[in-house]
């Protein structure tokens, strides 16, 4: 806390009127509520006196140093007495006082990822203005929390760190190699570094990086466009603004933190569709409309490395942020390894605006990540229903030989079949059952052998509707040499080529269980 309660009760607080600063030679007017500061009061007697005026004009609270060796007496019942402890300067509680009252007046003003912003992209701005250069305040992951409006010259990286809201992995993975993140973190001072150079020849411009600190944590950083190290006016500039930055970004932490807890709690409610879910929405504001479930997970999302965590829990961020700019009121939370949201579906085509948007955020953002994007329901107990549409996508995504380009993202709805084959196949398995008839003696011939001869041949043929001429080709045979193979699998077999009804259940069978699927057996 940056505050501590010396006397009264903060919950009974008036409201706030302003900030005013004291000064014993000058009296200032007291608007009703104001908090006093008493910069420069330390003795006993002065402070009992400050706190009278306090009580007599109904001021909200006093702030006055924390006192070291004798307290004054100070009644519970009067005006709330705060203290400011060693080491936080009298203009950092000024900001964080002028942000508190900012964001109580303004509720609705929201950073990129639908959290309270604070006062961070004016910070960003008059950094910016200070030191004369473009400025970015990321937290530690990279991801992005505000940015100035500086006009001056800049080049592509900015660029896709502000319209991705994170740094790419790329330029991060440039940093790591170089030494830079390394020497940013442990420098308790501005560090100047060089421009990157791009395989793609574009022009870049260098950077001058800061960590904001809060003790020894590092709670984000501060970068810089500038193509020379800062002056050192400058640098001492940079390094008293990252103090006021690590306020305002331990205060968006400390309330994110909860808010965080609370939407992933609501979310999981929601999404069980229970009785409790029309609630949850309620506080979600997303009652009484029509919603989609997307489900989002990473490659390896059953690996227990906390960095596999980390990421997953950015890849959250970035996706809320992503959807932000067209669906700022879609609930996103971290539910064990899969990123869940909640969508609204204002329009009929809201399923394939949310699609297209899904594959641009995993083009550009997370290349490792699958989405999977439920059915459109209208009421709360039928969320469940989109959940298990979402999740059904993510399982055949991921079972797919190579999730590659478009094949990371799909509607439940046009990957149905798939589906289904799962869970006939995890049916069969699960009452111990496999392949059988025809198909199973034409595995265990193949099996024999140590091939796939006839179960190939087989699928050709069926794959080209019986055109023996096509099939014939897709297996880089001779016509002759597959009629005879059709007639050896029918034999093995012992079925008849002329059967639609053996013929479908070969289909069915060489997709739920494929030559090479470890879990099927011809025994």
């Given at each position: 806390?940056?505050?501590?309660t010396?006397?009264?009760?903060?919950?009974?607080?008036?409201?706030?009127?302003?900030v005013?600063?004291?000064?014993?030679?000058?009296?200032?007017?007291?608007?009703?509520?104001?908090?006093?500061?008493g910069?420069g009061?330390?003795?006993?007697?002065?402070?009992v006196?400050?706190?009278?005026?306090?009580?007599?004009?109904?001021a909200?609270?006093?702030?006055?140093?924390?006192p070291?060796?004798?307290?004054?007496?100070l009644?519970?019942?009067?005006?709330?007495?705060?203290?400011?402890p060693?080491?936080?300067?009298?203009?950092?509680?000024?900001?964080?006082?002028t942000?508190?009252m900012?964001s109580?007046?303004?509720p609705?003003?929201?950073?990129?990822?639908?959290?309270?912003?604070?006062?961070l992209?004016?910070?960003a701005?008059?950094?910016?203005?200070?030191i004369?250069?473009s400025?970015?305040?990321e937290?530690?992951?990279?991801?992005?929390?505000?940015?100035?409006?500086h006009?001056?010259?800049?080049?592509?990286?900015?660029v896709?760190?502000?319209?991705?809201?994170?740094t790419?992995?790329?330029y991060?993975?440039?940093d790591?190699?170089?030494?830079?993140?390394?020497?940013?973190?442990?420098?308790?001072?501005p560090?100047?570094?060089?421009?990157?150079?791009?395989?793609?020849?574009r022009?870049?411009?260098?950077?001058?990086?800061?960590?904001?600190?809060?003790?020894?944590?590092?709670?984000?950083?501060?970068?810089?466009?500038?193509?020379?190290?800062?002056?050192?006016?400058?640098d001492?500039l940079?390094?008293d603004?990252?103090?006021?930055?690590?306020?305002?970004?331990?205060?968006l932490?400390?309330?994110?933190?909860?808010?965080?807890?609370?939407?992933?709690?609501?979310?999981?409610?929601a999404?069980?569709?229970?009785?409790?879910?029309?609630?949850?929405?309620?506080?979600?504001?997303?009652?009484?409309?029509?919603?989609?479930?997307?489900?989002?997970?990473?490659?390896?999302?059953?690996?227990?490395?906390?960095?596999?965590v980390?990421?997953?829990?950015?890849?959250?961020?970035?996706?809320?942020v992503?959807?932000?700019g067209?669906w700022?009121?879609?609930?996103?939370?971290l539910?064990?390894?899969?990123?869940?949201?909640?969508?609204?579906?204002?329009?009929?085509?809201?399923?394939?605006?949310?699609?297209?948007?899904?594959?641009?955020?995993?083009?550009?953002?997370?290349?490792?990540?699958?989405?999977?994007?439920?059915?459109?329901?209208?009421?709360p107990?039928?969320?469940?229903?989109?959940?298990?549409?979402?999740?059904?996508?993510?399982?055949?995504?991921?079972?797919?030989?190579?999730?590659?380009?478009?094949?990371?993202?799909?509607?439940?709805?046009?990957?149905?079949?798939?589906?289904?084959?799962?869970?006939?196949?995890?049916?069969a398995?699960?009452?111990?059952?496999?392949?059988?008839?025809?198909?199973?003696?034409?595995?265990?011939?193949?099996?024999?052998?140590?091939?796939?001869?006839?179960?190939?041949?087989?699928?050709?043929?069926?794959?080209?509707h019986?055109?023996?001429?096509?099939?014939?080709?897709?297996?880089?045979?001779?016509?002759?040499?597959?009629?005879?193979?059709?007639k050896?699998?029918?034999?093995?077999?012992?079925?008849?080529?002329?059967?639609?009804?053996?013929?479908?259940?070969l289909?069915?069978?060489?997709?739920?269980?494929?030559?090479?699927?470890?879990?099927?057996?011809?025994k």
């Open positions: 806390m940056l505050l501590s010396l006397a009264g009760t903060p919950q009974y607080l008036t409201p706030v009127g302003g005013v600063v004291h000064d014993p030679s000058d009296p200032p007017a007291l608007p009703a509520g104001a908090i006093l500061l910069i009061v330390t003795d006993p007697g002065e402070i006196e400050l706190v009278a005026l306090a009580d007599q004009h109904d909200a609270a006093v702030v006055i140093r924390q070291i060796g004798r307290a004054p007496v009644s519970d019942d009067g005006t709330v007495v705060l203290g400011v060693a080491g936080v300067s009298w203009q950092q509680v000024m900001g964080v006082l942000t508190a900012q109580a007046l303004h609705a003003d929201r950073g990129l990822d639908g959290q309270e912003a604070g006062d992209f004016g910070m701005g008059a950094i910016s203005d200070l004369d250069a400025i970015t305040i937290d530690r992951n990279s991801v992005v929390l505000a940015y100035s409006d006009q001056g010259e800049t080049d592509a990286i900015r896709e760190v502000i319209l991705g809201r994170r790419p992995d790329v991060a993975g440039f790591e190699e170089r030494g830079a993140m390394r020497s940013i973190r442990e420098s308790l001072r560090v100047y570094l060089p421009p990157l150079a791009l395989s793609d020849g022009q870049t411009r260098g950077r001058v990086a800061l960590a904001v600190r809060a003790g020894d944590e590092i709670l984000g950083f501060i970068w810089a466009v500038a193509d020379k190290p800062l002056s050192t006016e400058k001492d940079l390094l603004a990252s103090r006021l930055v690590a306020l305002h970004m331990l205060q932490r400390a309330g994110a933190d909860g808010a965080r807890r609370l939407r992933t709690d609501l979310l999981a409610t999404l069980t569709g229970g009785p409790e879910a029309r609630s949850a929405l309620d506080r979600l504001r997303l009652a009484d409309r029509p919603l989609i479930v997307v489900a989002l997970t990473l490659a390896g999302a059953h690996a227990a490395a906390a960095a596999h980390t990421k997953s829990q950015r890849v959250a961020v970035s996706f809320q992503h959807l932000a067209s700022a009121d879609a609930a996103v939370a539910l064990d390894d899969t990123v869940y949201a909640l969508v609204p579906a204002r329009r009929p085509d809201t399923a394939v605006s949310l699609e297209y948007l899904c594959r641009n955020f995993v083009e550009r953002t997370a290349e490792d990540a699958i989405v999977g994007i439920g059915r459109v329901v209208d009421h107990a039928e969320l469940e229903l989109s959940r298990a549409d979402a999740d059904r996508a993510l399982r055949v995504l991921a079972r797919r030989p190579s999730a590659q380009g478009g094949d990371r993202v799909a509607r439940a709805s046009e990957i149905e079949a798939e589906a289904m084959l799962l869970e006939l196949r995890d049916l398995l699960a009452s111990k059952r496999g392949p059988f008839g025809a198909y199973a003696r034409l595995l265990a011939y193949d099996d024999n052998r140590d091939s796939t001869f006839l179960v190939d041949s087989l699928r050709a043929w069926l794959d080209a019986g055109d023996v001429m096509a099939a014939a080709a897709a297996t880089h045979v001779h016509q002759n040499t597959f009629r005879y193979r059709l050896r699998l029918s034999e093995i077999g012992e079925f008849s080529l002329d059967d639609p009804a053996a013929r479908f259940a289909q069915l069978q060489l997709r739920l269980w494929p030559p090479d699927l470890p879990e099927r057996s011809s």
